[in-house]
């Protein structure tokens, strides 16, 4: 049975967020000005951190970070390489070379003991994300960050609402980064936002990030060339819109989410998403589950191939960042991170929003349960 269009994300808007982006629409200023620093305030405050400073994209915000707490040309920077977006390459657009540490196999976060093994005398920084909206275990990382004096970057772009042993994601970085591009739970087209509790390093990210029209003759401020990596008023509208209403969106992506692990639980070669003990609560990005160990990379492309045919839109959660082509040039290999490849050969995004119903997520599940019976039944991943 054919289907329409079942889309990985689906944005959910409402009429206050429409009508928060006509209101700057129809005033004086579009650009970057005093929704931007609403914005900014509110999700401060909704993180619990000082300040907040948006920025254009996850990508651009991480590279104003490392420049802002002086990472460059020489230094190593400790990251994952597994993750659905790619904000790490902002590692090598500030000239450092990124170091990839590999994950816990359960989680997909990275693993403190092997990031600690990684550090050398040029390791200036760790960065860590909370991976698909699970938190990473920020005690164990907080104290190596610590005894080695090494910044800690909280990469939250995958995660808003987590709770890690009682804190929000956002409160564990020295600088924090959240993205608002889709498919998060909040959205604002395009965008992100940094959070930190340090001064000056928030009066050097806004140094950073673009200069004001009434600034471009100071002498002082002149001293640092800004990227023009603001945002705009229209986006800071849908974004803070979006913000004073994020425990309704959560809600209702949680909603959906129950379904899926009813129905998930049924279908023994797939198993859903796990939650590590410390962990309070997870907003997942994306709905992702990891085949059985028999199956291959080739036959999770052929149950994403099956479920495209059948009009559900899902995709690999991850093409890691060491086997792509720059970081191939920089000298890593298949082989390099054993469990970071064998979790990406697996793992499956399948549509997550709050526009599901569970008729659908039902025909989800039961079209990739299909699928996977036309490449050989998995077992268990534990097994």
């Not at 979790?343 to 995004?349: I, L, S």
Request: charged share 25%.
């Amino acid at each position: 049975m054919k289907t329409t269009l079942l889309p990985l994300n689906d944005p959910d808007l409402a009429q206050t967020d429409l009508e928060a982006v006509l209101g700057v629409l129809q005033s004086a200023r579009v650009s970057q000005g005093g929704v931007v620093d609403q914005f900014e305030e509110e999700f401060a405050r909704y993180i619990g951190r000082k300040h907040a400073v948006c920025v254009s994209s996850g990508t651009i915000g991480l590279l104003l970070i490392l420049r802002a707490i002086g990472v460059g040309a020489g230094d190593e920077v400790i990251a994952s390489s597994y993750s659905f977006c790619e904000t790490a390459h902002a590692i090598t657009l500030c000239g450092a070379r990124p170091v990839f540490a590999d994950i816990d196999y359960w989680a997909g976060t990275l693993d403190p003991e092997k990031a600690r093994k990684a550090i050398t005398e040029k390791t200036r920084a760790i960065v860590a994300g909370n991976t698909n909206g699970h938190p990473a275990p920020w005690g164990p990382l907080r104290e190596i960050a610590t005894a080695h004096n090494l910044a800690l970057i909280e990469d939250s772009t995958e995660a808003i609402g987590s709770i890690y042993q009682g804190k929000i994601v956002g409160s564990f970085g020295d600088c924090s980064l959240f993205d608002f591009s889709q498919p998060g739970g909040l959205i604002s087209g395009e965008g992100a936002m940094i959070v930190t509790d340090n001064d000056d390093t928030a009066t050097m990210l806004r140094r950073l990030r673009n200069r004001k029209i009434e600034e471009r003759s100071s002498v002082v401020l002149g001293a640092w060339p800004p990227l023009q990596a603001g945002l705009s008023d229209i986006a800071a509208a849908l974004g803070l819109a979006q913000l004073r209403r994020i425990e309704l969106l959560l809600a209702r992506r949680k909603r959906v989410e129950r379904y899926f692990l009813e129905y998930v639980r049924s279908f023994e070669g797939i198993k859903d998403p796990y939650i590590a003990p410390e962990v309070d609560q997870v907003h997942w990005f994306l709905y992702v589950v990891h085949l059985g160990t028999r199956f291959s990379r080739s036959s999770r492309d052929s149950i994403i191939d099956d479920l495209r045919q059948e009009n559900v839109e899902a995709a690999a959660f991850s093409s890691p960042l060491h086997l792509q082509r720059h970081y191939f040039d920089l000298g890593y290999r298949r082989g390099d991170l054993f469990v970071t490849e064998k979790v990406a050969d697996r793992a499956v995004a399948l549509p997550f929003h709050a526009h599901l119903s569970e008729d659908q997520v039902a025909f989800i599940v039961g079209t990739m349960k299909d699928a996977s019976i036309n490449v050989g039944a998995g077992t268990a991943i534990y097994l």
